[in-house]
């Protein structure tokens, strides 16, 4: 980062740097140190000390801004884009004395009112404040711990736009009001993501603070001048990777990230408008872009924080970060002062309301206003006509609610939500803190940790039972109604399970009798519920330096306690994306198994890492793949990540709506998240067929292995491939002979693939057949299906190649290949058997203590093998062709002796030497006793003319060169690049050695007696 420029590198390539340019470019990643207080600020004997950027600036820099539109009665938004763990929450919300933007604004502004009324300022001044979360397409009021299911309903207002309708809109007075309804709401919000086991990070939270200035105008009239703040701090973007289509028909099931991807197109869709395009805006695509359609395209100064990890695995995600906000660069607002007399807003709110309740009563509905440069589509329009009757209603209550709050003052306001209560929590909060330094406690640990530690389960009774009935109330999959006990025996602690079923790890492992608790030992119960012990006498009596605990570090033990190496060390970027994967993966598992055992939905899950080769891909990293099997019937499905993750969404909501007591909370077949389509194809297992035969124009006949995704063999395939014409007619080995790739350069090289059969497969499939994809071609070649076998026939055949072939083309024959899948349908099993979940699974080891079952593919398949066993056949097919030659000229030497030719002429030579087949070289020997030989009388040369003198030789030699025409030799030498490229070559083999001096001999000598 180098002023507002911030360049990107990849760090496995050598491009250019990248460079986006913004107003402002903050680095945060190094040049800190902490503060006695734990303030992170500039470390000036850092080399990057200079350029660390500590919230204060940051604030200084965007929140100071913010603040002097509200008083200047501009709407504002700042929002925080980035992927997890970048440091969104960091920069809005902050951590501890790290404050971000919200609470650094909201201290702000009542310090400026403050100093206002100091100088004697008449003007009233009131602040309201709002905190919701998105969460999977829900709106959640975080001041109000009993929102309804199902959330709050998302209206639309001609002048306000969207809005969350009923909504806790709460006055504050101070900064301390305002820090107390923070953490009320992310109390909610934590207890709602533990119990609820929603995954917090994918959830959206918007802070809104309304800022209103009432005083008279010059006019003498009394004027109101509004604001309204937003600070957004959005659920995590997901890696880009991760975005792309699963194929799974449940993927609308989990909306988790629809707000997300729909805010993307939202901002490309202003951004396209912005330069003059007319792209519709889909806003009504997510709950998120409808609350921020104001923010984003209408009257509201906004600004856009990218956050960024600068570390090399993060390459991806941080250029498509910078991407998205070059993007939202473009978009121009036009905005507006929010002023006007108060009167003339009630006289407004008042005639809005008349014609509402007119075209209610007339039953003719108008669309609301804004609406027409949204180019709505026919399906929408109808939707919304049918929305309107019971939106008027809502928006009736709405300004009649606004005018009577026009109409209070600001005490009587604060007065009113006193009484309604809330609010405590900041009390409480600073009391829970104080006892916090004290008293041996469980703190939670959240996956976001923004939630962590807000949860404090005290432990101050002998002897305390947690569980969904325990004296500490835990809910959860797999949480026991009884689920362990904590004893305290004169300050020391002890955790037991309340039967050793119970999933209970302490530090990772699983605990099965009663054992030592210990101040910072990591506790999890079930496989949502994490905690830290916390005994302030054993940490402030110790001399240990205690770590400080989080979720991350709790979750990598127990990946470690698996057996999956966690270190970090010299790790690839894709070994190191693969353990992301692992460490997310692998708890969400335990979890996914722990809800199918309490529903007793028959699905078993199992990750695993699954090697391109073995997914039948050319190219990409190794993953982590879930295998689901339905306990009763067998049935397998393979499912990438995103297809699993997306589904556990659907499985937590089922699940909660089962705790819940919803009835029915079971869902129908189609939209179950345990089930799958059992007609869908299953990628049984993959061949990979090298091409590098073709390249040398030879035919190969070969069986090979199917291997799965467990790099198992499950069959065998004939394949063949035979080089042939463009119209297929095949060409015989005899008619061509191809010494090196590079000669097929610019000729037509093509050749027939025969998949004749597979053998062997597992009877479990049927409707078998095999695809594949040649080259760059986008239209996979299938063979036919055919069922009720273990060894399908399907005799295909399909010519490929290339007309007048590129050094690229056979580059590709030559060292590339085709990944043949196989793939087929599962059969209905035979017999319907009654299998009781947990009884698989507990017979699976699935759900107790490290029972996470990764298959790790271990038997590895070697995808050098098969290319060196194709590399072995043609070399093998070539020394054959070369022996052949041999043969012929070794034949043509001794006729030619048994005739006593001391001469040969070179178009007979190299017709034998170039003859395609070994009957071919015998009708051309068979011209040796035509030949003329003018010096016949000369030759004394015997049959075993190998035998003959050294002196004979030098002799004939001598004689070859000076009796044999070399304009001759020349004009049938091979040109002189051919030479070259044949020098490049990999060292020839013994036999092809031989022949080639024999045929250098030959030219020089052109008399053959050489031998
Ligand atoms: N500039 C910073 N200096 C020090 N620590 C930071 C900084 N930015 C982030 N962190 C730390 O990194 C961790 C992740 O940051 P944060 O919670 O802000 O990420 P996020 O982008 O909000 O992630 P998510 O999408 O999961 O909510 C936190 O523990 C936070 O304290
Ligand atoms: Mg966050």
């Known amino acids: 980062m180098n002023g507002p420029t911030t360049q990107i590198t990849d760090p496995e390539a050598n491009d250019e740097p990248r460079k986006f340019t913004f107003d402002y470019s903050f680095w945060s990643h190094d040049g800190s140190k902490e503060d006695a207080n734990g303030y992170y600020g500039p470390d000036t004997s850092h080399p990057n000390g200079k350029k660390f ?84 397409e ?53 207890v709602a993501s533990t119990n609820m086991n929603a995954t917090s990070s994918r959830a959206h939270t ?48 989990a909306a988790i990230n629809q707000s997300l991807s729909c805010l993307g197109n939202v901002i490309a869709a202003l951004a ?59 978009i121009k607002n036009s905005t507006s002062v929010n002023e006007d007399p108060t009167e003339k807003l009630i006289r407004e709110l008042q005639e809005e309301n008349e014609k509402l309740k007119a075209m209610l009563a007339s039953g003719k509905l108008e669309m609301v206003a804004g609406e027409e440069d949204e180019d709505l589509t026919e399906e929408e329009k109808k939707q919304i006509k049918e929305e309107l009757e019971d939106q008027y209603k809502s928006i009736l209550d709405k300004n009649a609610q606004e005018m009577e709050d026009m109409k209070k003052t600001f005490e009587e306001k604060l007065k009113e939500a006193e009484q309604k209560g809330g609010g405590g929590g900041g009390a409480d909060f600073h009391a829970i803190a104080e006892k916090k330094k004290t008293v041996p406690h469980l703190s939670n640990l959240n996956l976001d940790p923004q939630l962590s530690g807000h949860i404090s389960h005290f432990l101050e009774a002998p002897e305390i039972c947690l569980g969904f009935e325990g004296d500490i109330v835990l809910k959860g999959p797999s949480v026991a109604a009884k689920h362990a006990i904590i004893r305290n025996d004169g300050g020391k602690f002890t955790i037991e399970p309340c039967d050793v079923t119970n999933r209970l790890l302490q530090n990772g492992k699983a605990v099965v009798s009663k054992q030592p608790l210990n101040h910072n030992d990591r506790l999890i119960f079930g496989t949502t519920q994490y905690f830290v012990f916390v005994n302030p006498k054993q940490r402030d009596s110790s001399k240990e330096k205690y770590p400080e605990v989080t979720f991350d570090m709790a979750q990598e033990e127990v990946a ?41 939905k028959k699905m078993k899950f199992e990750s ?40 556990k969404y659907v499985m937590q909501e089922m699940y909660n709506d089962f705790l819940d007591g919803d009835d029915p909370w079971d869902l129908p077949p189609e939209k179950d998240p345990f089930v799958d389509d059992i007609n869908a194809e299953f990628h049984i297992g993959s061949v990979k067929i090298w091409l590098q035969s073709t390249s040398y124009m030879i035919a190969m006949k070969e069986q090979l292995d199917i291997i799965d995704y467990r790099g198992y ?35 037509d090289v093509y050749f027939k693939l025969k998949l004749e059969n597979a053998m062997g497969l597992p009877s479990k499939f049927t409707d078998l057949y095999a695809k594949y994809i040649f080259n760059h071609e986008q239209k996979p070649f299938e063979t036919k299906k055919l069922g009720n076998t273990i060894n399908p026939q399907w005799k295909f055949n399909q010519v490929h190649g290339f007309a007048k072939c590129t050094a690229d083309d056979i580059a590709f024959l030559k060292d590339g290949a085709i990944m043949l899948q196989i793939w087929g349908k599962q059969k209905p099993p035979k017999e319907k058997r009654t299998v009781n979940t947990k009884d698989a699974l507990v017979k699976g080891a699935l759900t107790k203590g490290q029972s996470h079952n990764v298959n790790t593919n271990n038997k590895k398949v070697d995808p050098e093998k098969v290319k060196y066993m194709v590399k072995c056949a043609v070399l093998e097919k070539k020394t054959q062709h070369l022996e052949q030659k041999l043969a012929a000229m070794k034949k043509m030497l001794e006729e030619a002796n048994k005739h006593k030719k001391r001469k040969l002429t070179i178009e007979l030579i190299q017709k034998i030497y170039h003859a395609p087949s070994s009957d071919a070289a015998e009708k051309c020997i068979a011209l040796i006793p035509q030949e003329k030989d003018d010096t016949s009388s000369e030759s004394s040369t015997s ?11 030098k002799k004939s030699k001598k004689e070859a060169k000076e009796k044999k025409p070399k304009a001759v030799l020349k004009k049938k030498e091979k040109p002189a690049s051919a030479k070259s490229n044949r020098s490049s070559h990999k060292p020839p083999s013994k036999a092809r050695a031989q022949t080639s001096d024999a045929i250098r001999g030959q030219n020089k000598s052109s008399s053959c007696v050489l031998l």
């Not at 920069?91 to 400026?112: E, L, T």
């Not at 604001?227 to 959005?234: E, F, Q, R, S, W």
């Not at 692992?582 to 007793?600: F, K, T």
């Open 53 to 136: 950027a500590d919230q204060k600036k940051v604030y200084d820099s965007l929140g100071v801004a913010v603040l002097q539109n509200a008083w200047e009665g501009y709407n504002s938004t700042l929002f925080a884009y980035g992927q997890t763990g970048s440091g969104k929450s960091w920069s809005v919300v902050g951590y501890g004395i790290n404050k971000g933007i919200v609470p650094m604004f909201c201290d702000d502004v009542f310090k400026q009112v403050e100093a206002k009324k100091a100088e004697g300022d008449k003007t009233e001044f009131e602040i309201t404040f709002s905190m919701l979360e998105i969460y999977n």
């Open 713 to 747: 063999e499950v069959g065998k395939v004939n394949i063949e491939l035979v080089p042939c014409d463009k119209s297929g007619k095949e060409i015989s080995e005899d008619e061509v002979f191809v010494e090196d790739p590079s000669e097929l350069v610019g000729k």
């Open 560 to 600: 470690k306690k698996s057996g999956f190496d966690m270190s970090g060390e010299n790790k690839s970027r894709d070994d190191a994306l693969l353990q992301e994967d692992m460490l997310e993966i692998m708890p969400a598992v335990e979890e996914a198994n722990a809800i199918s055992q309490e529903l007793d």
């Open 272 to 330: 396209d408008r912005s330069s003059g395009k007319n792209t519709r805006v889909p806003y009504r695509d997510s709950v998120l872009t409808k609350l921020l359609k104001n923010a984003l395209g209408g009257n509201s100064k906004t600004i856009m924080i990218a956050a960024l990890s600068p570390a090399d695995i993060n390459y991806d995600e941080t250029l498509s970060t910078l991407r998205y906000a070059d993007r939202a660069k473009q």
């Open 608 to 647: 695993m890492i699954v090697s391109p080769e073995a997914r039948g891909e050319q190219t990409g990293r190794t993953e982590v793949m879930i295998k689901a099997t339905n306990v009763e019937t067998k049935h397998e499905w393979i499912w990438p990540k995103v297809k699993f993750m997306n589904r």
């Open 206 to 253: 918007i802070v809104g603070i309304t800022f209103i200035q009432k005083f008279q105008n010059a006019a003498g009239e009394d004027t109101t001048k509004s604001a309204v703040t937003n600070l957004v701090d959005l659920a995590g973007s997901e890696r880009a990777e991760s975005t792309g289509a699963t194929g799974d028909r449940l993927k609308e099931g």
């Open 943 to 953: 049959s075993s003319s190998s035998s003959s003198s050294d002196e004979e030789k």
């Open 138 to 190: 829900q709106v959640r009021d975080l001041l109000d711990s009993r929102t309804k299911k199902g959330g709050l309903r998302v209206r639309q207002h001609p002048k306000l736009g969207f809005y969350a309708e009923g909504l806790k809109i709460v006055p504050v007075q101070s900064y301390t009001d305002i820090e107390a309804r923070m953490e009320e709401g992310t109390q909610n919000r934590t």
